[in-house]
Structure formats: C-alpha cells, structure tokens
C-alpha cells in the first residue's frame, strides 16, 4: 500500500505542475491571440503635437447656410468639440464637420447637431481626416442664430 502511495504522489507532484503550465500557455495564447482585431477608440489615438484649442464659430450670428473658420488639423487625430447655440427665433439648423486635403473641395463628415430648433449646448469626440476641417451650417431661414463652437485638437 505504501508503494501505491507513493507513485500516487510522485505522480501529482509531475503530472500536475505540467497541466497547470498547460493551462496557463492556453490562457495566455487566447489573451495574445484575439480572435479579430479590435476597433480602436477615437480617445485612444496618440498625436505628436501638444493639444490645441481651436475655433470655429465664436458668438456668430449666421443668417444663411455657409462654412466656419477653416482649422488645419493635419497633426491632430481628434477633436473634443463643444458647441453652444442660440436661438431667437426658431431656425432650424444642421451643423456637419468637413474636410479637406485642398481647403477648396469639403468631403462631408458626421453632422455635429442635427435639426436644431432650441438652444442648446453639447460635447462630442470626432475623429478628423485630411488636413482642414470646418463646420457647416444648413438654414433654413435667415433668421439669426448664434453658435459657438470650439474644440480641442489633440
């Protein structure tokens, strides 16, 4: 009975250890391994420029649909944006950012605000494309409405 005994631990004390490494190489082999890429996060972006406050629209009242100030943005990889709007009287607005390799032809982005009928304020993170970006603001009255919109470039 001892002899039994003893095989018996001799065999835990080497069969265990290697199922233990086993498993441990498998868990790390899943952890280094991901089954598909994931996709990055806009904060998760690294520039090499120090961040930069810029603006767009600061206290503007627009009567018609046009551009903002254009921002060149060719060192930034994003924008946290922050815009304020005031309306008087009800003019329904869409403000969208744009880009541009040529500071001539704008290529569409996300609309920053869509429908806008009150005043309101918000905070969004957007990715930036291309070396100038602007707002675009769509009326549809002329009526005055007042944005400000500011963003840290980073």
Known sequence: MKNK????????????????????????????APLAAPTPAVSGFQSGSRPQVVEFWSSDALVASGGSDVVNVSQFQALDVQ????????????????????NSNWSDGVDLVANAVADGNGMVQLQVFGVYARMYATLTSADPITWTIKALAK
């Open 5 to 32: 005994q003893g095989w018996l631990v001799l065999g835990a004390l080497v069969v265990g250890p290697l199922l233990v490494m086993l498993l441990l190489s498998s868990v790390q082999m899943s952890a280094a």
């Open 83 to 102: 815009y304020v709007v005031d309306e008087t009287v009800v003019n329904t607005t869409t403000v969208k950012i744009q880009f541009s390799n040529d």
